[in-house]
């Protein structure tokens, strides 16, 4: 038995999702741009899927434009901003995922000027210093919506309110977001928004970025003009299908899916604070999924290897970049000490998880700690 | 019954391709970042599926990045290398798919000049100017192994022995002819190359660019570091573990793939010019399974209409492009008419066609034609 709490790297696909997308193998694998009968099907379901993907964040089918998931949408707001407006200052933050903040980066070549807001001890981004910052020129701004690490929700309709008084297009990162709280393009007051399939129980190699449709963005991806001509490449019909099934999915269950993990997530935090684990971003409101710890002494990565020795999967750092042990930019940029946030551990439920799975985790975590205690104080 | 003649728009996945693909669904879903025990499946299934990729076109499994497809794959190579280099020549030929043709226009905006090189009646690239457009410095070249249209196969190794003895970077999009013939990367002499999977009996949103790892190369998508750096972004472990799949029974069959196809479209084209139809491309060597012509007087777009309600899928033009109704680009730099271009009508077989598919094709050909005839003659 594994208990999966990394909801944040990748959801489990839900089996309605899976069982949407095989006819658009099978039978119905037309290419959506050919003119016969397995073209038509093909384009009447990426048509729908748009539908769906639009109702989920309350904007017109237009709007969505399909890309190969949330790197891929982030790279092509950043860099289509950059290639379409003469270069000013970009705004945008120090939590950011490596797909905003290394595009963002190689903007300087360009002669882009990067302010990063700084960020609060909570997690929160400190937006005090914004209007000051406003008075430079500034061309577009990118700030994430909820972070994946600590689950920390931004102030992005604050901030849009600004951002829109100064001119300055808006983006948020609302990957991690979308499908586990309420989030709507208008609420948010944005310009562009991404989106991934595979958050939020679809499958991965889909997402979307979500724009203003007055915004002016040069397309990453050239050719045969798919997506509006804003991203060409044949339609990942299948993937399509999947990502509209899940947006349908979350929009029905987005109130229970909280009433669900809500408790889960709180019980797992009450239960590891008790075995002495420090809490990062619990002052700010937060994704109900995730928690975001460390048991100081213990590396981040041993805590996975052990847990996942107990049967469980959990994350240190982000799984995006855990493929090199980094200590966590966001972590540092919240003052939280080098010492501290090496032992940093991600658990993320989902709505399969249950208070049994939570029950067990405690206990794991119980032996866990009091082997590492143990080695920790022979080595004292 | 429907019969499937447009697999170069896309193919039908193959059964054992989808059976592979499941698994990467239903239970092994982690993120092959993660480092529990499902992040280590996904992360054991890319590797094989490098592996039986690299094994079809024989390189090292470290040469395969996987991308988002063909698209991306070629848009990768040419803003990469266009992001890397200090811009002088780019040679190209006037048959590039749109996500080749377009990416090298838009190189001209940052100093590149665009040098194509000309086309012969039969379809082939003209080659004779090279030597005398080589005196120019020249930063990179691509052009493509196979025409989607009219299945021409162009003297990719030749024109690589130019560019190499030039220092010039060479890539092909050898996206239409990867599981149609033999290709090897070594073989091609390039130090790039496209493929798509949907191609190739694999499934859509996946494909790969194969390099000489010594190519300067700016990636199109950055974020995480994922594919040795060059492509960031979740793989997309389902579509990529299908590839693999793909390429592996690609490499099986790629024999018994030319044995079934070349008959069958060999006896199309016969009964095609009995019917009056004009051959493009005949005299060159072409994909087994391609066939693109003409009915003169008969629009492209009405004879696939035509066939599609007698239950037959072709295409007019490339599908890729048929969502905007143009005369082929292809067509016109071949010399050909553009009254006879505007007919142009291309049937693409798979190994799943039969020679039944064939006969019935041709008593269809034959019945639409005679109505077209009719309607011909009551208008003149």
């Not at 709507?184 to 310009?191: E, S």
Request: net charge neutral; hydrophobic share 40%.
């Amino acid at each position: 038995m594994f208990s999966y709490f990394d909801h944040n790297a990748t959801t489990p696909i839900g089996e309605k999702v899976l069982q949407s997308m095989l006819p658009y193998f099978k039978d119905e694998y037309g290419n959506a741009s050919s003119r016969h009968a397995l073209g038509t099907k093909a384009r009447e379901a990426i048509n729908r899927a748009r539908e769906q993907v639009a109702h989920l964040v309350e904007v017109q089918a237009s709007q969505v434009i399909f890309v190969s998931g949330g790197t891929e949408a982030n790279n092509a707001f950043i860099k289509g901003m950059g290639a379409c407006l003469p270069p000013s200052q970009v705004i945008s933050s120090s939590m950011e995922h490596p797909c905003v903040k290394n595009p963002v980066q190689k903007l300087r070549r360009s002669g882009w000027k990067i302010t990063n807001l700084p960020t609060l001890g909570n997690g929160l981004v400190d937006a005090s210093s914004l209007d000051v910052l406003l008075s430079n020129k500034t061309g577009f701004a990118s700030v994430m919506l909820a972070n994946n690490e600590t689950g920390v929700i931004q102030p992005i309709s604050n901030l849009a309110e600004s951002f829109r008084q100064n001119n300055v297009w808006f983006h948020t990162d609302a990957v991690q977001a979308v499908g586990k709280i309420p989030v709507t393009f208008a609420g948010l007051g944005v310009h562009a928004m991404s989106i991934s399939a595979h958050k939020l129980g679809g499958p991965k190699g889909i997402g979307a970025l979500v724009i203003d449709k007055r915004l002016p963005l040069e397309p990453l991806i050239d050719g045969g003009g798919h997506e509006f001509g804003l991203r060409s490449g044949t339609e990942n019909v299948p993937a399509i299908v999947g990502f509209g099934t899940a947006c349908e999915i979350a929009s029905e269950k987005l109130n229970s899916y909280q009433t669900v993990v809500s408790p889960i997530r709180d019980k797992i935090e009450a239960d590891l604070e008790s075995l002495g684990a420090v809490i990062f971003g619990k002052s700010a409101p937060r994704l109900p999924n995730t928690l975001y710890c460390s048991f100081p002494g213990v590396h981040g990565e041993s805590m996975v290897i052990a847990l996942n020795e107990e049967g469980f999967g959990v994350a240190s750092g982000s799984a995006c970049s855990s493929a090199s042990v980094n200590v966590s930019p966001t972590l540092l940029a919240m003052g939280v000490e080098e010492s501290i946030a090496s032992c940093a551990v991600r658990i993320s439920v989902g709505d399969e998880s249950t208070a049994d799975d939570a029950e067990r985790f405690y206990l794991s975590c119980r032996r866990v700690m009091k082997k590492f205690n143990n080695l920790i104080a022979l080595a004292s």
